[in-house]
């Protein structure tokens, strides 16, 4: 089937605005997770998704960022009061289930912020 | 703590010459190994993994690498070198999270450029 999609693939926001992100994994797969692409960082994981439920959310870079999924499938990455430093590609990747099995990426969402 | 050095930010060759792009890892246990490839304004593609299994793994696109412990490295090879082969690669180590769930980390990346 279709890989993982992600929408918008460009947003342009300005410094204080509200942003959301939106991942369609691959069908089926229960795993979801969330990377940040910034050309300070590298590439760094932020969140992962067993089913709905996100157990451990160290890893979002401040409180400003939040992340749900619902009914198994979409998830949606939301960035309040955005900074410019959140400028960064946000890669959503998606796996069958957790452990070792492939995680697939998406071909991101390139952010903005003036 | 997992993690993994590239040793070559930039590597160029030319087509049908050999390429190699240099890994190390650290890990407190044996790790899971994984190369991925970033084509120009593309997503993340595997080319192949390890998983404690054969030493030497093959992947995609004539690409392979092999896990050495005892020098703590997962170095990826091709024998000839595609001008379609240009992209960033990036070395990567999964690191267990909560519920049999693991993360990846992450190398900076390799930049590979390949030249008539």
């Known amino acids: 089937g279709a890989g993982v999609s992600q929408s918008p693939s460009n947003k342009v926001t300005e410094k204080g605005k509200d942003v959301e992100l939106r991942c369609d994994p691959i069908?089926?797969?229960?795993?979801l997770y969330w990377y940040r692409q910034s050309l300070g960082q590298g590439l760094e994981f932020l969140i992962y998704?067993?089913?709905?439920?996100?157990?451990?959310k160290s890893g979002l870079p401040s409180d400003r960022f939040s992340a749900e999924r619902t009914g198994g499938s979409v998830s949606t990455l939301t960035i309040q009061r955005t900074q410019q430093e959140d400028s960064a590609v946000y890669l959503c990747?998606?796996?069958?289930?957790?452990?070792?099995?492939?995680?697939?990426f998406g071909p991101g969402t390139r952010l903005l912020v003036l | 703590a997992q993690s993994v050095t590239q040793l070559d930010s930039h590597v160029s060759v030319s087509e049908g010459t050999p390429v190699l792009l240099r890994c190390n890892y650290s890990?407190?246990?044996?790790?899971?190994l994984f190369w991925y490839v970033q084509h120009p304004n593309k997503g993340l593609q595997l080319l192949l993994k390890?998983?404690?299994?054969?030493?030497l793994v093959k992947g995609i696109n004539g690409f392979e690498a092999e896990f050495k412990k005892s020098e703590t490295s997962f170095h990826l090879t091709k024998p000839s070198a595609h001008m379609s082969d240009a992209a960033e690669y990036f070395c990567?180590?999964?690191?267990?999270?909560?519920?049999?769930?693991?993360?990846?980390?992450f190398g900076a990346g390799t930049r590979l450029a390949v030249h008539p």
């Open positions: 998704f067993q089913g709905n439920s996100a157990p451990d």
């Open positions: 990747a998606s796996s069958r289930r957790g452990g070792l099995e492939t995680q697939y």
């Open positions: 890990s407190s246990y044996s790790p899971s």
């Open positions: 990567v180590v999964s690191h267990p999270i909560s519920g049999g769930y693991n993360k990846l980390i």
């Open positions: 069908s089926g797969h229960t795993a």
């Open positions: 390890y998983t404690s299994a054969a030493t």
